[in-house]
């Protein structure tokens, strides 16, 4: 059974500390690791797809990162405008197509 | 590209009545959708995906007779709740995963918030 864990559960920055959330995961051959973002109210929002280890990807001051046993999303110089829950989910390689997500980090990010 | 819609965005009923939550993938085709039910700070729970042209697979505990999935094309996939009652207010949330190419992500719509009196 594919498992995600995401750690902090809730993260408190101040504008312009950089930091970085976990995405744990234990999958039966990796088909792909996700990254969203969900503003409250909202459905979440497409951000990164990494398929194989040491792969990296960037939009504006997010960068995701992935080894075979975890996912890094790196917030660097945060701003107010960056806090939302990151929601991490992984789709493995056994008979289910259907993604596993983690329970989400809560980053909040004060001016 | 890849955007999904649903509608309404929200909406707020009498116990007892049924409301209908349509899901359409606006910018390619999709032949499974998917079914979230999200309580306030929790995250994501499944209630079923939907296959285009066949029937809906539930999650273990979600009754389907109450939560009726039809997908009736590659860009539409409707939930009804029926027979609504309070504990049924949620915030619902489809998602789609393009039918072509490699790609297997999810892309989600913006989610419906019901409010059942």
């Known amino acids: 059974e594919d498992q995600v864990t995401q750690s902090p559960e809730a993260l408190r920055l101040q504008e312009g500390e950089s930091s970085s959330l976990n995405c744990s995961y234990t999958v039966s051959g990796l088909r792909g690791l996700f990254w969203y973002r969900q503003d409250p109210g909202k459905g979440p929002e497409f951000l990164f797809t990494l398929y194989s280890a040491g792969e990296e990807k960037e939009k504006e001051r997010l960068k995701a990162t992935l080894t075979k046993k975890e996912s890094f999303l790196h917030i660097t110089a945060p701003k107010p405008e960056d806090s939302a829950t990151y929601l991490c989910a992984v789709r493995g390689t056994g008979g289910s197509y259907i993604p596993t997500f983690g329970r989400g980090t809560s980053l909040i990010v004060h001016p | 590209g890849a955007v999904v819609s649903q509608h309404p965005s929200w909406v707020i009923c009498k116990s007892g009545t049924s409301v209908k939550i349509e899901c359409r993938s606006l910018d390619f085709q999709a032949t499974t959708m998917f079914w979230y039910r999200q309580f306030p700070k929790q995250s994501l729970m499944l209630m079923a995906t939907?296959?285009?042209?066949?029937?809906?697979?539930?999650e273990q505990g979600v009754e389907k007779d109450k939560f009726l999935i039809n997908h009736a094309s590659l860009t539409l996939s409707t939930l009804t709740v029926t027979s609504a009652h309070p504990e049924d207010s949620s915030f619902y949330i489809c998602?789609?995963?393009?039918?072509?190419?490699?790609?297997?992500?999810?892309?989600f719509g913006p989610g419906t918030r019901l409010t059942v009196l």
């Open positions: 998602s789609a995963s393009p039918t072509s190419g490699i790609r297997n992500e999810q892309f």
């Open positions: 939907s296959n285009e042209g066949s029937k809906a697979t539930y």
